[in-house]
């Protein structure tokens, strides 16, 4: 089979590799749609450290069923199926409470931090634990399919904390998730939401996905300007969806007294904290964790199109041009590109 590997830092290349050795428990997918992550831009070029080469990347997928293990006979040869990203074990006590994003035997499919390694689906084959998958709804599109996976990033931040219909909502970063965090606080009745960026064109696209107001961080005051738009007070919820230091600040800048933050984006190790700003205000943070079982409440989601994902396919290509797709990502003009998919 043909698989675009990891073999240095910033180095993909389209090599042949035998298709990968099926066990009982698990099912052989042929990969029809693979996104490219902006977790697999950060290790492509090495600086998330969860992407060592020789590495497969790849997680949000969708395909069909190429053969089935003696084990997972709940699936049919055929059957069009996308899968959790996370590989969870299923008998541990997180697992057993449903929070399978925390198990404690958690494998991201197509990362390799220093105690793993799980080859993804940037490739025509994939071997996946039965118990993982997800069967696709008729008639959707597996390009579509392998949008569920930041869907559900997205749906299970916003399910973290309890959201009023009059709560002043705001996200900050309108990237991919950041456009699927609007359209998820719309599902759960969020009527006032205020995007913050600093591309323009990406503000112009969340305020028609469902933002209500838009925010430039390179102009003006942000925190006054919301509370401006909030009666006064400031946010009563706050979705970071960047990962940086500057961006977690602003976030609690603009947040309420007493209000919440989910931190949603993963991109720093560690960051400067206003600790007395936060204990003062009593301001709550929650972390949100790639998804906890939300995949069948996304593709009904994506069914129905009301979390609409065709805007944000930015280009699908064929999986040989995933090197040239990579650079291209990487560069200062990476901000005019929200999803792109590769087709093996």
């Known amino acids: 089979m043909k698989a675009l590997v990891l073999t240095a830092p910033s180095k993909l290349e389209l090599l042949e590799r035998p298709i990968p050795r099926l066990l009982a428990d698990e099912v052989l997918l042929r990969v029809r749609a693979c996104g490219i992550c902006g977790s697999d831009l950060h290790g492509w070029d090495g600086s998330s450290g969860r992407r060592n080469p020789p590495l497969v990347m790849g997680h949000e997928a969708a395909g069909e069923i190429a053969a089935v293990g003696t084990a997972a006979e709940t699936w049919k040869t055929g059957e069009r199926v996308t899968f959790d990203s996370t590989i969870y074990c299923g008998h541990c006590a997180y697992c057993r409470a449903g929070q399978i994003n925390l198990c404690e035997e958690r494998r991201v499919i197509g990362a390799a931090p220093a105690d793993y390694k799980q080859d993804g689906a940037f490739a025509e084959y994939l071997t996946l634990p039965g118990r993982i998958l997800h069967r696709i709804p008729p008639g959707m599109p597996y390009r579509r399919a392998a949008m569920v996976e930041p869907v559900s990033i997205a749906v299970h931040a916003v399910r973290q904390v309890a959201l009023a219909p009059g709560d002043v909502a705001a996200v900050i970063g309108a990237g991919m998730i950041g456009m699927l965090v609007i359209q998820a606080l719309r599902w759960a009745g969020v009527q006032e939401i205020i995007a913050v960026d600093r591309v323009a064109s990406r503000l112009a696209l969340a305020q028609k996905l469902g933002a209500t107001a838009t925010l430039s961080s390179d102009v ?18 706050v979705f970071e969806v960047v990962g940086a230091g500057s961006t977690v600040q602003l976030g609690l800048a603009m947040l309420r007294k007493g209000g919440a933050m989910v931190l949603v984006g993963n991109l720093a190790q560690k960051i400067d904290f206003p600790l007395q700003q936060v204990v003062t205000r009593e301001q709550r943070l929650y972390g949100s964790c790639a998804s906890a ?20 396919i930015s280009a699908v290509a064929p999986l040989s041009e995933g090197p040239a797709w990579f ?15 590769l087709e093996p």
């Open 220 to 237: 003006g005051d942000v925190p006054a300007e919301t509370r401006r738009l909030s009666r006064g007070r400031g946010a009563d919820v």
């Open 327 to 341: 650079q291209r990502l990487s560069t200062a003009g990476a901000g005019n590109y929200l999803k792109v998919i």
């Open 293 to 312: 079982g939300e995949y069948p409440l996304c593709l009904d989601l994506i069914a129905r199109e009301i979390i609409q994902v065709d805007p944000l």
